[in-house]
């Protein structure tokens, strides 16, 4: 059978390897064994991935397809090229968790979490947040983390709007059609709880960290969702720049906005009124 143009040609080398190694089997458990398999299964993936992506660069590569790579030793040197890739243009490859260890290997992509565990656990002190998250909880935590926030910025801690009466796609839609960095006070929120759609950002240490498979389509929704990810960073740094340089204006403004997203108490009691007669 003819072999087609998008089929990868495995490196002779690495098929006896394989060989070899199984052949000796009885000398290993069955679960190093599926291991190995993965590794070799793996890694045909991230070689398909680099001669699909990048023809040319594959094309002119002195690197081979089997041996120890001098930065990442689980793989290939071809494999390492490619990796080197990801890690400089287009995602982040931890380095200094285990992952370059001659054991281990990517069979997968990982994904580590870019906030960390920065509010899934609780454990922050309130008054050393950075001013757009400092801002962002005091609005939405209830009074509180807005004593805080009142305190901070010499304002009146009575003067703000129960969480409980917030219509909050109306603050959003307020906050969004702001001319200042204050439109960015809704993305701070859904940083805080882990709800952006991002999976860099929406991923914590406090679960089990996500994977994906080395494709082609992954790598690019990986890629744009990281690029987007570091560009929300810098939202939040010109909210930070806006509430640090300008707080009499842009804290009082942030109040506004939030107090103005209050629902109408006429329309709460008829939406009450027509659940009871419902």
């Known amino acids: 059978m003819a072999v087609g143009v998008d089929v990868l040609r495995i490196d002779p080398g690495e098929v006896l390897r394989a060989v070899e190694w199984l052949g000796h089997a009885r000398n290993h458990t069955a679960t190093s064994a599926l291991d190995y398999l993965e ?3 793996s890694s045909t993936a991230i070689l398909d991935a680099y001669r699909r992506m990048f023809p040319a660069l594959w094309a002119c590569s002195a690197a081979p397809t089997s041996g120890y790579d001098d930065k990442y030793p689980a793989h290939s040197p071809r494999e ?3 990796l080197r890739i990801m890690s400089r243009h287009y995602f982040y490859l931890p380095e200094d968790d285990g992952w370059t260890d001659e054991e281990q290997h990517y069979d997968s992509i990982p994904v580590t979490p870019m906030q960390g565990d920065s509010w899934c656990c609780g454990d922050f002190e309130v008054d050393n947040l950075r001013a757009c998250f400092h801002v962002t909880l005091g609005l939405n935590g209830g009074s509180d983390y807005w004593e805080h926030v009142a305190a901070r910025y010499e304002l009146d801690p009575g003067n703000q709007k129960p969480v409980a009466e917030i219509d909050y796609f109306r603050y959003k ?3 969004q059609a ?3 960095a204050l439109k960015h006070l809704p993305f701070a929120l859904d940083l805080m709880g882990y709800d952006t759609g991002n999976v860099w950002l929406d991923n914590s240490f406090c ?4 994977y994906y498979h080395w494709t ?3 790598i690019l929704k990986l890629s744009r969702e990281f690029k987007e990810a570091r560009r929300a960073y810098g939202k939040m740094d010109e909210l930070d720049r806006y509430l640090d340089n300008h707080p009499q204006e842009a804290v009082p403004r942030a109040l506004e906005l939030w107090n103005a ?3 109408n108490k006429n329309h ?3 939406s009450a009124a027509k659940g009871q007669g419902g």
């Open 80 to 82: 390492g090229e490619f």
């Open 216 to 218: 082609v389509p992954n």
């Open 261 to 263: 997203s209050a629902r």
């Open 39 to 41: 590794q070799l299964r």
């Open 268 to 270: 709460a009691s008829s």
């Open 173 to 175: 839609e307020l906050c």
């Open 207 to 210: 679960q089990p960290q996500t």
């Open 178 to 180: 702001e001319p200042t």
